[in-house]
């Protein structure tokens, strides 16, 4: 395959994952009568430009579809990360009722209601209609789109640009990387910068976060193939921060490169980090297949014991990196019957190739489990704090990621 971003060849697979279905296609009963699509999950490294992506199988038209069922507002801790966001982004920039805010990828709308809120012009740019329309009941003005240079261009011809550009989580979803960062350049004013998060490539290699590979993922991203990307588009990286989102992510802050901004020293930290990690070197990446493959199997063996105990098993959280886990390990209905999550867009449906049910989050109660697997990881906290609201102090609960981890 050639690589996304320099077109070259690449040769290095450093995960096979098998067949999947979507991570996100939730399905049906009534879905169940017709073939179920699946496709190879395999993750490259170009030895080139040196970004991780996935090889070539599916387009993302399939993946982002009009029932798309994530919503990124039904987590406590995004909304209380947004807000901060946008309390700290508004002071620093200086944004008031003259400036704009987009958002690429805004989703239900959870990030930008603040700047509403404050009054600020914002535009969200965001391709599934499902979330789009929870975003506009927010007041958030939302083109159904998704993001590219053209419509950049488009944009521009109507007079809009940007003082600020967010963009979280979003880079791995672009199959296009390259002409989503000329669209960046292309949308900010002179004087704008751009703010992305993402979960770290060096976090994914250090503690085995192999299920946040999917096909939704096309790129699993360092700072250092980052700043290539935004380079070759005409913007450059000048502030790194570390998260604690997502298993460990990166905020990196870009503008345009005649900007008068200055590169702060903790873009040559992270880099340097990255370097250390050996992240430009084919031996950091040798190991993640056999370590993925222990977790899985770990895991289904742990599933295995609670049922030959009579234990009641349910899952809490039916987050797409559960999905990969339990189609990697080999994990059915049988092992897990049931699991629990606040979405109402997820409610009722059955994870894509498992076909576990999924109720809401209340009914736990009463399925009175003496184990939970928690398969949103990053979250376990909040999702441990929502089970003793729940008068479920007792039960046992169990991450596998990155090894199994069962607690009382």
């Not at 944004?95 to 987009?102: D, I």
């Not at 040559?268 to 977790?295: C, I, M, W």
């Not at 049922?307 to 999905?323: D, E, F, Q, S, T």
């Not at 441990?384 to 039960?395: D, H």
Request: glycine share 8%; net charge negative; proline share 5%.
């Amino acid at each position: 395959m050639k690589c996304r971003f320099c077109r070259l060849d690449v040769k290095l697979e450093i995960l096979n994952l098998g067949t999947h279905p979507p991570s996100n296609s939730y399905t049906s009963e009534a879905r169940l009568l017709h073939p179920e699509p699946a496709y190879p999950l395999q993750v490259m490294v170009c030895e080139n430009c040196w970004l991780v992506q996935t090889r070539d199988f599916v387009e993302s038209g399939t993946l982002f579809n009009p029932e798309y069922a994530y919503f990124s507002g039904t987590s406590t801790g995004w909304n209380n990360h947004v807000g901060q966001f946008v309390a700290a982004a508004t002071e620093e920039f200086s944004l008031n009722r003259e400036s704009l805010v987009v958002e690429i990828a805004s989703n239900d709308g959870a990030l930008l209601k603040h700047f509403v809120a404050r009054g600020i012009p914002s535009l969200g740019i965001e391709p599934t209609a499902s979330t789009a329309g929870a975003a506009r009941t927010k007041g958030v003005e939302t083109i159904e789109e998704f993001f590219g240079a053209q419509l950049s261009r488009d944009l521009h011809a109507a007079g809009k640009a940007a003082d600020l550009v967010v963009g979280n989580n979003v880079l791995a979803h672009v199959p296009d990387i390259l002409d989503f960062a000329v669209g960046v350049e292309l949308l900010l004013k002179d004087s704008g910068v751009a703010s992305f998060e993402f979960p770290h490539l060096v976090n994914l290699l250090r503690f085995i976060q192999f299920d946040t590979v999917y096909h939704e993922h096309f790129s699993y991203l360092s700072v250092t193939a980052v700043r290539a990307v935004f380079e070759a588009a005409g913007l450059r990286v000048w502030r790194v921060q570390e998260l604690s989102t997502h298993g460990g992510s990166v905020r990196v802050f870009v503008c345009k490169q005649t900007s008068l901004r200055k590169e702060e020293q903790s873009v040559g930290q992270a880099l340097d980090l990255e370097d250390t990690f050996g992240l430009r070197n084919p031996g950091a990446y040798v190991h993640l297949q056999s370590r993925a493959e222990k977790v899985a199997t770990d895991f289904k063996n742990f599933l295995l014991e609670e049922i030959r105990l009579g234990r009641r098993v349910a899952g809490l959280g039916a987050a797409a990196k559960g999905n990969t886990l339990i189609n990697f390990a080999g994990v059915t209905n049988q092992e897990v019957p049931v699991i629990f999550d606040s979405a109402p867009s997820k409610q009722g449906l059955l994870t894509p190739g498992a076909h576990i049910p999924i109720r809401p989050v209340g009914e736990i109660v009463d399925f009175a489990p003496d184990t939970v697997v928690i398969f949103p990881w990053n979250i376990r906290e909040e999702l441990e704090n929502e089970l003793l609201r729940l008068g479920l102090s007792g039960v046992r609960v169990c991450t596998a990621v990155p090894e199994l981890r069962v607690t009382k």
